[in-house]
């Protein structure tokens, strides 16, 4: 494993331990991947064989695999931190699921193994996201599916996050900031303005419910803060070479998904940029958005 991979992986494993230990943050994990949201039929998963590459420590999309009648997954990510984590999350799965050491630039399967190939939120964060996809495409059989979440390029809010990383990486006392950020943080942060504004008369920040606020500056807030800012390597793309990739490894019927996100804190208001994010709107802010594609490798 290269140095970079090694803190890579690193960071995304304190990040996913605290997911798992949100019961509100590893359900919305969770929902992410579905039968409705894939556009197939409820047993769609029912006897197939699949991958989750690049899994995590909580492995939140083999969870939603196995869940929906995976016969069986197989997930890897870079180091053994997984071996510990991960069965703590798939409790009553046994002997449907096995975890290994991998890499998605390297993935250690055969040609044409897997029914369905699964790789969310990994490739932008790898050394070269078109080795990993060509690697995904070996792996997954002729007339399966592949699904591939990636980040899109452009947009107002990729500029600022990728500002925001880049100080991470330069400026200590904002990493100290960053790497110390959790709810408490946003709820003293929001007390102290509604006070100060208070003082000077303005009772507007009083008139929102401070449970409101909580609910909108909650521990998942943090941890995707954490997700955005801190990982070392982050590549953006376009649609268009993504569909061209695909194409040049044998996929057809390529579909771009998308979905309302059911997120609890402030991102809902961002929901429908993410939603729609062909809208004039989303462009501006988010240029091609966060890109999630389905695909059929040609039999």
């Not at 890499?103 to 790898?126: A, R, Y």
Request: hydrophobic share 35%.
């Amino acid at each position: 494993m290269k140095p970079i991979e090694k803190k890579t992986r690193q960071i995304f494993h304190k990040i996913h331990v605290e997911q798992a230990k949100d019961e509100l943050t590893f359900k919305r994990l969770v929902e992410l991947l579905s039968p409705k949201y894939l556009k197939v039929p409820d047993n769609f998963f029912f006897g197939k064989i699949c991958l989750d590459a690049g899994c995590g420590s909580n492995a939140n999309a083999t969870y939603s695999m196995l869940n929906a009648g995976a016969a069986k997954v197989y997930a890897f990510d870079l180091d053994k931190s997984i071996f510990k984590t991960v069965p703590k999350m798939l409790k009553g799965f046994e002997k449907r699921y096995e975890l290994a050491v991998g890499n998605v630039l390297k993935i250690n399967f055969p040609d044409n193994f897997f029914d369905f190939t699964h790789c969310s939120g990994v490739l932008h964060h790898t050394t070269d996201a078109f080795k990993g996809i060509r690697e995904l495409a070996r792996v997954t059989k002729k007339g399966g599916m592949l699904y591939i979440y990636i980040h899109g390029q452009g947009g107002l809010m990729r500029e600022v996050v990728n500002f925001l990383r880049d100080k991470y990486k330069k400026d200590k006392n904002y990493k100290r900031l960053i790497d110390n950020i959790d709810e408490k943080f946003f709820w003293e942060l929001w007390d102290w303005m509604v006070s100060e504004m208070a003082k000077h008369g303005d009772k507007l920040g009083e008139s929102i419910p401070k449970d409101v606020m909580r609910q909108l500056l909650n521990k998942d807030l943090a941890l995707s803060v954490k997700d955005r800012f801190t990982a070392p390597i982050s590549h953006d793309f376009t649609e268009k070479e993504l569909r061209e990739l695909l194409k040049g490894e044998g996929f057809i019927k390529i579909e771009r998904l998308t979905r309302y996100p059911n997120n609890a804190n402030i991102r809902r208001f961002l929901s429908p940029f993410y939603n729609r994010y062909d809208h004039k709107f989303s462009r501006i802010f988010y240029g091609e958005g966060n890109m999630q594609l389905k695909a059929i490798k040609k039999s």
